[in-house]
């Protein structure tokens, strides 16, 4: 596994999470690439982990769930990475309103 990420599809819409696979063998000069959508629903969006198969999806499924609120299943140590524990929100969705935002009016 080179990587994983995830976005926000749309405003209301599905989360999506993305796994980018390459296939490296000695003597090959163009590895095998694959990329894979997971579409979840907003609404208690879960994932399969897949922490135990590639254990580099450690951090990157902890900073999706931060971000974003999708419940990787079956990872051992799911909880915010980036956010403190106490933040409401998921801060990278389209529809995410910041707390105590104040939008700063024109001061005439």
């Given at each position: 596994?080179?990587?994983?990420?995830?976005?926000?599809?749309?405003?209301?819409g599905?989360?999506?999470?993305?796994y980018?696979?390459?296939?490296?063998?000695?003597?090959?000069d163009?590895?095998?690439?694959?990329?894979?959508?997971?579409?979840?629903?907003?609404?208690?969006p879960?994932?399969?982990?897949?922490?135990?198969v590639w254990?580099?999806?450690?951090?990157?499924?902890?900073?999706?769930?931060?971000?974003l609120?999708?419940?990787?299943?079956k990872h051992?140590?799911?909880?915010?990475?980036l956010?403190?524990?106490?933040?409401?929100?998921?801060?990278?969705?389209?529809?995410?309103?910041?707390?105590?935002?104040?939008?700063?009016?024109?001061?005439?």
């Amino acid at each position: 596994m080179r990587s994983q990420c995830a976005y926000d599809v749309a405003p209301g819409g599905l989360l999506a999470s993305v796994y980018h696979l390459t296939r490296i063998e000695y003597g090959i000069d163009q590895p095998e690439e694959v990329c894979i959508k997971v579409f979840a629903p907003r609404k208690k969006p879960r994932i399969p982990s897949v922490f135990w198969v590639w254990k580099s999806a450690d951090f990157q499924e902890r900073e999706s769930y931060d971000m974003l609120g999708i419940s990787y299943d079956k990872h051992p140590r799911l909880k915010r990475i980036l956010m403190p524990e106490s933040w409401i929100g998921w801060p990278l969705r389209k529809d995410y309103i910041a707390p105590n935002f104040y939008e700063i009016q024109d001061a005439h």
